[in-house]
Every structure is written in C-alpha cells, then in structure tokens.
C-alpha cells in the first residue's frame, strides 16, 4: 500500500521552531567535506583524501578520509582500492598533523624518511559507494626544536565500516624556507636539467594501462630498470618541487615489483616498507634494481620483493613489497 509522506500528527510549534534553527552554518557543520589542499601539500582538491581531525590526546588523534570509487591514477586493481592510496593517505595525515595541530608554517618544507603498511586485501574491496575511513593515529616519536616541530613519526590504524583494513605509518622532519635554501643551493645550482623519460616499459608488465602513468624504462641488465620521470603527469607531480617526489619512488617500486615478480599473474602489493637515504635528482639517471627475496612454499601466489634505487652510486630509496595474488571480485 502506498503511504503518503504526510505526518498523522499535529505539527508542535517547537518542533517548527526547531527547524527554523537549522541555519546555513547548523547545516553546513554536519556536511562531510576535504581538508583544505595546503595542508597536505596538495595543489588539486581533487588529490586531497582527508576529510577531518579530532585530537584525543598529545599524542593521540582521529582523523577521517574517503577514497573515491575511481581515480585518474590509483584506480582500482582486480576489484579492490590500490593499496598505494594507503600509502598517500598516510603521507597526508603527517602534514595535517604538522599544521593543524603543531603549528608548522605552510612555507616549511617536509623530508619524508620513511613510510610503510600493512593491507588486509578483502578489506579492500570497492563497494557502490566511496570509502568512508576512520584513522586511528598515535603520535610515537615528537621532537621539537625549542618551541616549534623538528620531526615526527607516526602510526595509523585504518578502518573501514569499523573494521581495520590496513595498519601503517611514516616519520619526516621540518625545515624552514631558509635552512632548505642552503641546504639544496648547491646542487639545484650544478644540475644541468632534467634527464629525457625514456621510453616506457610495455604498460602491461607493471600493471599499468597507459604508458603515460609507467614511471620505469627498460634497461640492459635483467632486473633493472631506469627511472622514468614525467613532470607533466598531473598526480605524480602535482605541483613544483626540486626533486623527485617520494610517492614517484614509491610507485617505481611497486612497478619493479610487479615486474619482476608477476609472471603473467595480477598482483596486489599488500605490504610495502620503504625508507629515503637522499634526494632523488632530475638531472642524472636513476637505476631501478629489483629481487625477489623471499617466497613462501606454503602459500606460492605469494611472493616478496626488494627495490633499491640508485643514483650517482648512491643509494636513494630500498624498498621491500609483499605482493599476493587475487581472484577478480564480484565488483568486477
């Protein structure tokens, strides 16, 4: 039987009264909305996956996020969220703790040391709907310089729906405008530009479907690649910096990883620990290793990778990436 939407009772006049009193700005407080883009370092709203913060204790906060459906870049791999939005979520909430709750000027500039997680694949899994997220975050190491912020690492437990899909966390360190001009001046004054992007490898061997997004050219020995950079990709580069970006050293790693470990097969990396020993530079080629370091007989649709980047014989970034194999899901 169709029911109207009429209501059987009399209207009171305080219930009227009530809802006079949701205002624009009453209403306006209960919508859900981003952070605003500098305090993640972002330039494209777009790119921006928090949505809010609560501070619980010194140490201790809330803070919420969505991850869209589908994106430009970090689209979804076999029917699950790439778990390297995780990785992107947990870089931003480091500079929304900086600024929101410890007071870092947006002009400082932030030196990420190192960032790992943990995933839980079949929590993962796209929906009909963006993935509301609630992170719990524990600051474990605050060091300060006199009154103002010098480094920081972090935890996060994220959940989705209440139930925990990944762990992770990262440490960085601050430094004022002044102190990275000296401290970059000489080498941004001796490069001689940027290197050409190569070539990229077949889009398909590092689970990619346009060579615009490959971050690897193909090099002469196995298990190597050079790094690919494209300044005018608009996630990978968002906006200027004087260097190699650490989500770009992030998502070569995870291509090296695929690339050598797939043999044919769609991989998901559900774990991934990485750690920055020096700047990525434009200027002279970045090599790309890739081994495989452990497979388990147990469980053989599983495997680890180590990645080390190096440049100028100097190592840049290592990186160890636990891939496993999935079935397609429903979604699919």
């Given amino acids: 039987m169709l029911q109207t939407l009429e209501s059987t009772e009399p209207v009171r006049t305080s219930d009227a009264h009530r809802s006079a009193e949701r205002s624009p ?7 859900t909305r981003t952070v605003p883009r500098e305090f993640v370092h972002r330039a494209a709203v ?18 919420t996020a969505q991850w869209p459906r589908g994106h430009s870049f970090y689209g979804s791999l076999h029917g699950r969220y790439d778990p390297l939005l995780i990785a992107e979520t947990i870089r931003q909430v480091g500079a929304l703790l900086s600024h929101t709750v410890f007071d870092v000027p947006l002009t400082h500039k932030f030196l990420l040391w190192d960032l790992n997680y943990t995933a839980l694949p079949e929590g993962l899994v796209v929906d009909a709907a963006p993935a509301d997220l609630e992170l719990a975050v524990t600051c474990t190491e605050i060091r300060r310089r006199g009154n103002r912020l010098a480094g920081l690492r972090y935890e996060a437990t994220i959940r ?21 001009r000296r401290l970059r001046a000489a080498r941004l004054e001796a490069s001689t530009g940027p290197v050409v992007p190569g070539t990229s490898v077949p889009p398909q061997l590092v689970a990619r479907t346009s060579p615009f997004d490959v971050v690897l050219a193909p090099a002469e020995q196995p298990g190597r690649w050079q790094l690919r950079v494209n300044a005018a990709h608009p996630v990978l580069f968002d906006h200027y910096v004087d260097h190699v970006p650490g989500m770009v050293l992030l998502e070569a790693a995870r291509q090296a990883a695929h690339a050598i470990g797939s043999q044919g097969r769609p991989l998901l990396p559900v774990t991934l620990d990485s750690t920055f020993h020096r700047y990525a530079e434009f200027d002279t080629p970045c090599w790309v290793d890739a081994e495989i370091v452990d497979t388990d007989a147990s469980s053989p649709d599983a495997c680890t990778v180590r990645v080390t980047g190096r440049q100028d014989d100097e190592i840049v970034f290592t990186t160890t990436v636990g891939l496993t194999t999935l079935s397609p899901t429903p979604m699919q």
């Fill in 25 to 31: 700005k009453t209403i306006e407080a209960t919508l």
């Fill in 46 to 63: 777009a790119e921006v996956f928090l949505t809010d913060i609560r501070q619980l204790s010194d140490e201790q906060f809330t803070v």
């Fill in 160 to 180: 989705h729906a209440e139930r925990i899909i990944a762990t992770g966390g990262a440490s960085f360190t601050t430094t004022s405008p002044e102190a990275y």
